[in-house]
């Protein structure tokens, strides 16, 4: 059984950075899509990039492209979100998640349900 702990959040003010992780444990997350999703404050829960199996390709939400970068390191068994240029609108919960359902490069993460697996999250807070 996958299990996936998300770590890295915390306070910082705006135009800093933060990488977040993703730790897999239970099976290799080479086997699997990942995806980023994150919830403000009152907000619902929408997806933020994915990554594909075997390094496909990866995908970003238009209000986080060029600022973010979803990442792999195989050998870790750990998806990576390098977050730059952080706005106080980036302040969130972001939680990882994984599918083995998606093959080839995954699409911008909508839907919840096609997430099978979900770590517990990690807030970040973006403020001066």
């Known amino acids: 059984q996958l299990q996936l702990v998300e770590s890295g959040g915390g306070l910082v003010q705006p135009g800093g950075s933060l990488r977040l992780s993703c730790a897999a444990s239970?099976?290799?997350?080479?086997?699997?899509?990942v995806a980023w999703f994150r919830q403000g404050p009152g907000k619902e829960r929408k997806g933020v990039s994915c990554?594909?199996?075997?390094?496909?390709?990866?995908t970003y939400e238009d209000s986080v492209k060029g600022r973010f970068t979803i990442s792999r390191d195989n050998a870790e068994n750990t998806v990576y979100l390098q977050m730059n240029n952080l706005e106080p609108e980036d302040t969130a919960i972001y939680y990882c998640?994984?599918?083995?359902?998606?093959?080839?490069?995954?699409?911008?993460?909508?839907?919840?349900?096609?997430?099978?697996?979900w770590g517990q999250g990690t807030q970040v807070t973006v403020s001066s």
């Open positions: 998640a994984a599918t083995a359902r998606i093959f080839g490069r995954c699409p911008v993460p909508r839907s919840l349900s096609d997430y099978d697996y």
């Open positions: 239970g099976s290799m997350l080479t086997d699997y899509a």
């Open positions: 990554i594909s199996r075997d390094n496909d390709g990866t």
